[in-house]
């Protein structure tokens, strides 16, 4: 045997070490889970007696290695040096998690050997006992520390693992929220949800909600119906768990959408006996993900991204669908009020038919059974004082550190408490196997004994269980009892109350005779405690159904002789007379009840043994004001109380009727039990201690209204404030939104110069009514379109695209608003909520599970659908919507994706028919035949068609293999150019990548080739395929494919020898797809016909424009000529002029 050997190994999981110990495996056992501590060197001492016989035959101790780290135990056989490696003798063990590790021992006899309890199966409650041996002995705590520690990390790294509402596996479902309504039970009768509608519908009419009282009684007051309850069900495994324990645990995350359903109103609601019927407000977006985890109940909001309602199934009591509005449903769950009690209140949800409620109802019950059972095997195994393994517990503790003799002499005495033929059945089996002496004969009797325990134990009833089992079938079955068996509980509580009574006099006479014996002191009751807790408590519910009907003749004598609270037993004895209290403790509080409430005082109380001082005088000033606050609250006078000469004289001395003190003088020597004594220099004074209080001044009007004037200016600035932090916070977190939406690697990273270039195009004043030059923006976006501003940018794209195209090539969609779309449930949700996890689920934005991507994703799904009712969903959209939300808001990637399907022609594809996409394929085929022929040959040839790797690429238009900076090109592209950006972009991948193709030589490779390698291209070739898309041109090619495509469809329809029936269906299809392309064409000659027209009116305006211009030609050549003549007239009279001065003899004009 090799010496322990430690081999450290990085593990994949972070700060973790796996050790490896070089061990001897004595053998194994299994035992039952509730093995103790004092139990298991009995089982050690029989695992090593089993290893010693079975050495006859074979070795009982092999080699073996212990492997411990935090992400598993692991024991595997260690071959010797001399043995080759055999993975039939290397196979492990066992294997299992550090933390299912959960007894460890180590023998103090024999310090080499060490045991381990593992958990086998839970269910059947077993487990396994394996017993090692350490040549070093001294090694054998280091090793049990290792697993110890392990263990303590895995159990750390389970509690950090993510909540239910991450679950990958939840089931989700759109339902519309109705409202809610306060109901008085946690049961409810089969017309609970119409009767609830109805009182909707009343309430949002203006109708009184007391008309529906009927409906929100608890079932056994009011008369039931002979219909039959239609898929209703309560929980039989979990009400227990929901409603015999205190409700502490209760809570209700909501948001502003249930603000206004406040708790007060409903506690008063109740107290009077109303119902609150509550609908939601119709103008609201009332659709909710109603989400079914494996605990809990989730009601998402899919408009304010938040958790609007999140239950737990204790909280849940009831489950409903309507009878009459079966597409309604609806459940009762508890909670919890301000007062600490609870209420109860039902939730009631539309569907979009039947058959999703139905489904719903489904997966309720099966999520509350299957909590059920893993609540039942999760919970911690019990031992009661009547479990048989229990005894064998106590047993092992007491013959723990005896010798063999006296050992033998405890299990001797044990075996009589046996039944005659179990001690006979162990006496034989222990002479059959002839121990050698009395240690031997000892481990034998042990381990009959523990087998014999742990078969009763299988069969075994807890106590606790049996208790628990009867109150439910007692409650069972008080609920089903008629009317006639109220008089056998009512006898019942008397005969308690009595019982109870008796004895809670005798405690009280007790009492007073040792009370007796104390001279002018005696033990009093806290008549002020106790009333004042009374009336504090009355705001308060029980802390279970039961107590609500708490006989008035049990809270008497509870009242009056009992010191329980009202938590304790009903059944349980009153308890001793309890210790006088020292001063600190003040006087005793007495327990209350909700229905007797005592207002008289027959018995003068007394002071508590002390010395008189601060404090008893507190507490009897305290009682007199707080006596009178009680006196005027219930209009019941309290009678005076009586005092003795000697207390008169201190009440003198002591009340505040003099003010002679502060009551805050000696606050601080409270706990001291005596006051230090007046100084007699310290003068009396009225006030206080530390002089005479300065009144204060009344404020005048004006000071008055100034002070007002200040706070309204405060509480403003305070507001204008918190308005600015909300938006700075708000536009942080929009800051941090894009960031993360915007998670990805530009293929074409942008220079300044061209980011600045987009800049001015985008912040161009009016530039939605301006048409820019088409050369200019192909050169812009072939440049680069910076990350930050591609969302605008593909927004301006599409203004231009509307611009250039004012008449719409197809028909398009309703005009229905965003907002109103979101309203509205969709039929097509399974197929959304599917897609979701599916869409980018390694994109942060997306990764998480109902986080706000999914929910702003499924939004734009669900828009669509109702708006495209032809389309509806498509798997393939989720990921084109995916891209443009992660660019633009929720709204604007909405109106994109309409863009881009109707305007831009990708709709077609997402037809149910499919036809589209088959035209698509036979296009791309064509075109490899035309560009690329030995490729093409090279595919024929292995029988790989187009649709084998290129339908994803057309559904999803990259989006689902390619990287999201190569996706969002292509998306540039198509904005610009259209949907035939596509084929360019497949067949540049095809042509750059068709060396590397033509070495694959089997299918198999080649599709894996196109659909794995392809896609994870470098940038430099993405940059290259991209720059070959905006040089090709193929818009010409693809029409004339589509229409050879439909001459081969029609040829192969007239040459195929079908019957008539056949032939008779392919016509009728034809016929079909060829009226849809007279439609198409139709419309197509609509519009040429309308630009037709466009351009025939353009073409008058111009003429119209040129007559007018030819006719200001005209006029401004007349006025050219008339303005020559007149510069030729001044010519003439300017060298007249001239002329006249240079000769002197001519006469001068008069001046006049």
Known sequence: MEPITFTARKHPFPNEVSVDFGLQLVGSLPVHSLTTMPMLPWVVAEVRRLSGQSSKKEPGTKPVCLCVSPSGLRCEPEPGKSQQWDPLICSSIFECKPQRVHKLIHNSHDPSYFACLIKNDAANQQSICYVFKADDQTKVPEIISSIRQAGKIARQEELRCPSEFDDTFAKKFEVLFCGRVAVAHRKAPPALIDECIEGFSHVSGGFSSDQFRSALQPPGDGERGPRP??????????????????????????????????????????????????????????????????????????????IALQKNFKEISFCSQGIRHVDHFGFICRESSGGGGFHFVCYVFQCTNEALVDEIMMTLKQAFTVAAVQQTAKAPAQLCEGCPLQGLHKLCERIEGMNSSKTKLELQKHLTTLTNQEQATIFEEVQKLRPRNEQRENELIISFLRCLYEEKQKVHIHIGEIKQTSQIAAEN?????????????????????????????????????????????????????????????????????????LPISESCFRLLGSSDDLSSDSESQPTEEPALLSPKQGFRRRANTLSHVPVECQEPPQLVRGSPGVSQRKLVRDFESKADHISDASRTPVKTRRHSWRQQIFLRVATPQKACESPKRYEDYSELGELPPRSPLEPVCEDGPFGPVPEEKKRTSHELRE???????????????????????????????????????????????????????????????????????????????????????????????????????????????????????????????????????????????????????????????????????????????????????????????????FDMGLRKQYRPDMIILQIQMYQLSRLLHDYHRDLYNHLEEHEIGPSLYAAPWFLTVFASQFPLGFVARVFDMIFLQGSEVIFKVALSLLGSHKPLILQHENLETIVDFIKSTLPNLGLVQMEKTISQVFETDISKQLQAYEVEYHVLQEELIDSSPLSDNQRMDKLEKTNSSLRKQNLDLLEQLQVANGRIQSLEATVEKLLTSESKLKQ??????????????????LRRQTAELGSRESDPTLPKPSGD
Not at 239 to 258: P, V
Not at 285 to 292: D, E, G
Not at 758 to 783: C, N, Y
Request: proline share 4%.
């Open 229 to 306: 309850m239609r898929k209703s069900f309560s929980q039989p495994g979990l009400r227990s768990l929901a409603f015999r324990k205190e409700f502490q645990d209760a809570g209700l995350r909501s948001s502003s959408f249930f603000s206004s359903f406040e708790e007060s109103d409903i506690e008063n609601h109740l107290i009077s006996g109303h119902n609150i019927v509550q609908p939601t407000d119709i103008e609201e977006n009332r659709t909710m993900l109603f989400t079914i985890g494996q605990s809990e109940v989730y009601l998402i909001s899919p408009d304010t991204k938040k």
């Open 477 to 549: 079955i008080g609920s089903e009892l008629p009317s006639s068996a109220t008089r056998f509980r009512l006898d019942m509580l008397k005969n308690k109350a009595k019982r109870s009574l008796t004895e809670s006099l005798e405690s009280i006479l007790s009492r007073g005779n040792k009370a007796r014996g104390l001279q002018e002191h005696s033990a009093s009751l806290d008549l002020d405690s106790s009333v004042s807790s009374m009336f504090s408590n009355t705001s308060k519910e029980p802390s279970g159904c039961e107590k609500e009907a």
């Open 707 to 901: 002070l007002w004037q200040k706070a309204i200016l405060q509480q403003i600035l305070l507001l204008r404030m918190e308005k600015e932090n909300q938006k700075l916070q708000a536009s942080e977190n929009d800051l941090l939104n894009k960031r993360l939406k915007l998670d990805y690697e530009e293929i074409t990273p942008c220079l300044k110069e061209v980011t600045t270039v987009w800049e001015k195009i985008l912040s161009t004043p009016g530039r939605s009514k301006i048409k820019f030059d088409m050369e200019k923006m192909h050169s812009a976006v072939g440049q680069g379109v910076p990350r930050h501003h591609r969302g605008e940018i593909w927004k301006f794209l599409a203004e231009q695209y509307h611009l250039k195209h004012p008449f719409p090539c197809k028909q398009q969609p309703k005009d229905t608003p965003y907002k109103e779309l979101l309203k509205q449930l969709t039929s097509q949700q399974h197929a959304i909520l599917i897609d979701l996890g599916r869409t980018f689920p390694t994109h942060p934005y997306y990764s998480a599970q109902l986080g706000a991507g999914q929910l702003s994703l499924y939004n734009i799904l669900k828009a669509y659908s109702l708006l495209d009712q032809e389309v509806g969903y498509c798997q393939g959209l989720s990921f084109v919507a995916g891209i443009l939300l992660l660019h633009m808001g929720e709204e604007e990637a909405f109106n994109m994706l309409k863009f881009l399907m």
């Open 1112 to 1129: 200001a030609t005209l006029a401004l050549e007349l006025e050219r000529s008339a303005l020559l003549q007149t510069v030729e007239q």
